[in-house]
């Protein structure tokens, strides 16, 4: 939540800020900002809304040529997303200015402070006492900003990536993180800050990562990294592996369109160097093999899309491994009072791997005794770092909001998981795992096929466009497709969308159904689900007595389904259990359209953000 950069170097500041804010603003875009330092001057440009906005009022504005700058793309906790409460602030004096990422919790405390001081407040953000205080402590001329950073830090409370530049300091940029992400983008003669390597991997691959409660000094030929006590610490390198062409659109209409397209690559590299000679090998957990073994309960916590993985991902554990498992939000876990058995294996699921609600979550499970195991698709994530061992998903950025092809790529990794603690503990063979490992060698293909009904499925969405309300039924692994399809048609399409397990419509939704009402309906497979496939055209004929309109997904040589549908979209036979990586995607798409149809923006709907920091 919130896109965070900073560049110092060769390059004008305020093209390479842009650049990276371009590619960062699916983390907010309530408003955006950039500072430079030019002349010994700050210069700041601000405006509400998306990054547009702020290219506009820049084009009009004769703009110094400045080689050190901070630039920010807004999703607003305190105060109105205006020109106002836009990143960066400054002091009073205009010679620090900052920008923020995360929520200070005693802000209130410390706006009493500085009111009472004197300090004359412009703006309703927790972020602009930081730049109050840091020139407060630079009164004292013994410190310099780095040091004033430090000594602010130690007064905040809550979750913050700062960065700072200040008019004194032509070259120098200060970030500090707690809880918050900040990553070093290391060049030639160049360096960088950012919420995330997207910003950067267009000039440079070579990346630091910061630990937690850590300072980072940079200007272009130099890297500090400190304690909040300012002891030297050494940050741990790392080499970015996604490729900076696979942050770009790459020829399609929109980043979430790309992004369904790329499933088929982000499956493929997701299953690359983890199977090995017809058997799964993950080295990823091979310091975990006792914590597998003994594993007695399962305890799966995740967010919104990465719940749903984790939802269908629970039947295959519980087939497989006859360990109990339970999913739970991460965003209640640790305010109940959870009980944590002995012997549990925790699973953590995150994207972004910097999810707020999941991280706590996590600290919590870790701290009740429980062995972690995070399913992360950005490197170095603080998920992924705080974690006993992480399984990565290779789905490369994923930058629409919605999340698509990370979807996918994480229930291979938990089937992965699920087949390896299996395995561990006897209940698979040698010849089921080969049997098994042909079928998800298979999955990329069958989304292939998949990805050729798009512009069908694109047809049907737009004839339907005018529905208000949706709702989507499932049984078993198709139950999570439904909640993933609805959770897909409300945030894209601004609809009432609500998914159930179709056996639960009869104890109480169906009274939303009336005539036309549309219903869409995971159909499991009638020759390896037969008794589920009955139900589930009872649930249809229960719903369709009462004037629903059915949109049935089901596989291909389901022909008893045309007699009781409405519309159906056929998808390849999968094994039950493997069925949703199939089952979703026309629902990705029909959300995508629906959208698209109703005038919306899809890559960046309203009031979300990609990683959300915030609890
Ligand atoms: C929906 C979506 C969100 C995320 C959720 C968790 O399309 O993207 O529901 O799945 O915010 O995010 P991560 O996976 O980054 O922890």
Partial sequence: MCGIVGYTGKQSAQDVLLAGLKHMEYRGYDSAGIALVANDELVTYKKAGKLNNLQQVLANENVPLSNCGIGHTRWATHGAPNDLNAHPHLDEANKIAIIHNGIIENF???????????????????????????????????????????????????????????????????????????VVGLGDGENFLASDVSAFIAYTKNALELGQDQVVEITRDSVKVTDFSGNEVAPKPFTVTWDAAAAEKGGFELFMLKEIADQPKAISDTLLGRINDSQIQLTELAELKSALISAEHILILACGTALHAGLIAKYAFETWTQIPTSVEFASEFRYRDPVIAANTLCIVISQSGETMDTLMALRHAKAGGAKVVAVCNTQVATIARESDAVLYTHAGPEIAVASTKAFLTQIVALYLIGWQIATLKGHKSGSETAQFVTELSALPAAVDLVLDTVEDVRNLARELAEKQSVLFIGRGVGYGVALEGALKLKELAYMHAEGFPAGELKHGPIALVEDQLLIIVIVPSPTQQQI???????????????????????????????????????????????????????????????ATARGHDVDQPRNLAKSVTVE
């Fill in 108 to 182: 209130a405390q410390l706006r009493t402070e500085l009111t009472a001081n004197g300090v004359k407040l412009q703006s309703e953000t927790d972020t602009e006492v930081v730049a109050h205080l840091l020139a407060a402590e630079l009164k004292n001329s013994e410190l310099d900003l780095v040091a004033a950073m430090r000594l602010v830090c130690r007064r905040l409370s809550g979750a913050f990536t700062l960065v700072a530049i200040s008019a004194a300091n032509p070259n120098l940029i200060v970030g500090a993180r707690r809880n918050s992400p900040l």
């Fill in 532 to 594: 589920l496939h009955e139900k589930i055209i009872s649930n249809i004929q229960e719903v369709r007595a009462r004037g629903g309109l059915i949109l049935a997904i089901a596989v291909e040589d389901d022909h008893i389904i045309d007699e009781f549908a409405n519309f159906v979209v056929r998808v390849p036979h999968l094994n039950a259990l493997l069925q949703p990586i199939a089952s979703v995607i026309p629902l990705q798409v029909f959300a995508c359209e629906m």
